[in-house]
């Protein structure tokens, strides 16, 4: 059963800073893998999507890694700003169940003025 | 282009009343998805769906049910609610499996007392 696990759970930095968010997986047979924004009360939006072929994507000051065969990802955001508050997830797509997404229970990043 | 949209926003339910979750796509997807999101967790998947008149359970299907007569409606139905089904729902939507990101509306915020 895939599972996917979030660190850290919660994470406060001064505006300006660069940081990481971490994604692991326990089974690397992942058509790709997606990074979510979800703001207080609202739904998800889609930052990024990697397919299980590449190794980032950027978009903006975010920039997302994925080492398949480790089950590990990584979404860098540089020169965060207090806007960036919200929590992130991430979720990946299974190889054998088509697109069904496996969810991890997202970091919530507190970026302070 | 409404994206997702999903009615209503909040409700609130008495054990063992029954209720519809609304779900609607303006961007012609195949795909539709219903998740559950409990608090300080990450997304579950109820039910999904590949196209009109297909649909196949996800990880927590029981005590719901699904329906898709058409491309752009994706209905969910809760009966005789029960107090482990107050959450938040989320609907999606994708054009395909695999290798297409998913887009979700702004979540039903559902309390059974």
């Known amino acids: 059963k895939q599972e996917v696990t979030q660190i850290p759970a919660a994470l406060s930095v001064p505006e300006g800073e660069n940081l990481v968010l971490n994604c692991s997986f326990t089974?690397?047979?992942?058509?790709?893998l997606q990074w979510f924004r979800q703001d207080p009360g609202k739904g998800l939006t889609s930052l990024l999507l990697i397919q299980s072929s590449q190794r980032e994507q950027t978009s903006g000051r975010l920039n997302a890694s994925l080492d398949k065969s480790s089950g590990r990802s990584t979404l860098y955001i540089a020169a965060s700003q207090p806007g960036d508050s919200a929590t992130y997830l991430c979720a990946v797509n299974r190889e054998t169940s088509g697109s069904r997404l496996t969810f991890g229970e997202g970091t919530q990043l507190t970026v302070n003025p | 282009n409404a994206g997702v949209t999903q009615t209503p926003k909040f409700r609130i339910l008495k054990i063992g009343q029954s209720m519809t979750l609304q779900c609607a796509q303006d961007m012609n997807h195949n795909y539709m998805y219903w998740y559950r999101q409990d608090p300080g967790m990450g997304l579950k998947l109820i039910y999904y769906?590949?196209?009109?008149?297909?649909?196949d359970k996800g990880e927590v299907p029981n005590g719901y049910n699904v329906s898709r007569s058409t491309t752009e409606d994706f209905p969910l139905r809760l009966e005789l609610a029960a107090p482990s089904q107050t959450s938040v729902y989320f609907c999606?939507?994708?054009?395909?499996?695999?290798?297409?990101?998913?887009?979700f509306g702004p979540g039903t915020r559902l309390t059974v007392t």
């Open positions: 089974d690397s047979a992942i058509y790709n």
């Open positions: 769906s590949v196209g009109a008149g297909i649909t």
């Open positions: 999606a939507s994708s054009w395909g499996a695999f290798s297409y990101e998913q887009y």
